[in-house]
Every structure is written in C-alpha cells, then in structure tokens.
C-alpha cells in the first residue's frame, strides 16, 4: 500500500508522514500548488493535510474529491476535514475563541467504530483551529465530539473519507499511536471495498 499526502504547508504534514512510515506505510508528500490529479493514480489512499486558510482558497482539493471519492480511501485532517465537510455539503464555522495548541477532552460518540479503536473516551487531543464544522448528512457519521459538541471525527462510509479536526499526529493528543494504527486498518477494509 502507498498513501499520497497533500501538503498544504503545514509544519505539521512532515510528522504525519513521518508516523504513518513508522509503521510501515510507504507514503510521499505532495505540494498542493504542484501537483496533478495523474500524480494521485498510483496511490492507494490520499490524505489532505492540515494548513493554513480555508478550503475554498486550495481548488485542488474539489478536484481531488470530485474525482476520487467513493473510489480511494481519503483522510482530511484539521484543514482536510474542514474540506471534507464541504464536499458533503456541510458548514464550516469561525470560532469565537482560536484554539492554536491547546487541549480538549475528546467525546467518543460511535465506540464500535474502527477509527477509534484503544482510544479511551475523554482522553486528550491536540487542537490547531479556528474554524468548526457542521455537518448536515444523516449518511456521514459523527465518531467523536468535543466537550462543546463540536464534531471531532466524521466519517462517511459510502465516499470512503473520514476527517479529523484534531491533531493526531501532536505531542498533546493522547494514543497518538493508535490513531494511526486505526487508520491505516480503515485504509485497508475501505481500499477492499
């Protein structure tokens, strides 16, 4: 398996490659102002990176979903989520207050879920944002929420995408390990489907 991660430049894109190698996915990181949607055909499974601004302002990432939803594993993080949440005709949000490297308590809603497998409900994740979503599909699942209610991780099994608003790849986010464990077992049941 090969995962291709969109790079919106973000500090934070390298350590999301860097642990998706530790554990044995081969993966390469892409910049979102260079590449071609050719350039994703070879690949099992994408990932759209956290990054500055907002989703409108990168038109690959329509391009991107447009094409290969519902037929390649895709994961949004943070930026990518919020994406992702557009694409499936959801909302995004400003935030009354930013929530650059702080902590919240994280609330499983959908325990059985595979993305959150080994996570224990109300343990910690690391936040980056000031924008949140509002989804407005029966058909994407909300996995986990924060104290606010804020969805935390969606997913959409039919389009094959999840996003994560935090980030799992943090120092401040519990099981950081875990989550990437659980998605990579997500790519591989998606990639088979």
Known sequence: MKLAIIDFHDSFTFNISYQFKSLGLEN?????????????????AIVLSPG???????????????????IKPIIGICLGMQAITLWLGGEIYNLNAVRHGKKEFLEIAYPEHLLVK???SKSRVGLYHSWACKLKRDDVKTIALDSGSIPMIIASDKKKMVGIQFHPESIMTDHSQAYFVNLIEWIKEKKQL
């Open 118 to 120: 080994d996570i224990i």
């Open 52 to 70: 500055p601004g907002l989703p409108f302002e990168k038109p690959i990432i329509d391009k991107v979903l447009n094409k290969y939803a519902g």
């Open 28 to 44: 390469e990181v892409f910049d979102f102002e260079q590449i071609e949607l050719k350039d994703l055909d070879f690949f099992d």
